[in-house]
């Protein structure tokens, strides 16, 4: 598996932007996967994760802002980030596991992340 994220960079507070991540493999549909962040001195943080079959799960502090979904006939992960705040400025990392534990918490693949910052 080889995950590489895109769609990231500067965006004004309240704005929208939307991450994008695609596997060139073909077990991507088979894999649960997930959205972490990072920003630098603090702990990696959970985001928003898509089981094989669209089940979802999201941080408190994005729900109702953030949608994660996937298109497994693309083999492509999204995350559509509407009104965004200064807070969500990160190091946005696609990650993928065999199951829901691990990818939101040692997934097995990573992306080299992309960074998104908000400006106020």
């Known amino acids: 598996v080889q995950l590489r994220e895109s769609g990231g960079g500067l965006v004004q507070s309240g704005g929208s932007l939307r991450l994008n991540c695609t596997d060139f493999?073909?077990?991507?549909?088979?894999?649960?996967m997930a959205w972490l962040r990072q920003v630098p001195g603090k702990e990696r943080e959970f985001v928003a994760l898509i089981s094989s079959v669209g089940v979802l799960d999201y941080a408190d502090f994005v729900k109702g802002r953030f949608t994660i979904s996937r298109d497994n006939a693309k083999n492509v992960l999204y995350l559509q980030m509407n009104d965004v705040k200064s807070e969500d400025t990160a190091m946005y990392y696609c990650?993928?596991?065999?199951?829901?534990?691990?990818?939101?918490?040692?997934?097995?693949?990573w992306g080299q992340g992309i960074q998104v910052t908000v400006s106020s």
């Open positions: 990650a993928a596991a065999s199951n829901l534990v691990r990818v939101r918490t040692a997934p097995h693949y």
């Open positions: 493999k073909i077990a991507f549909r088979t894999l649960a």
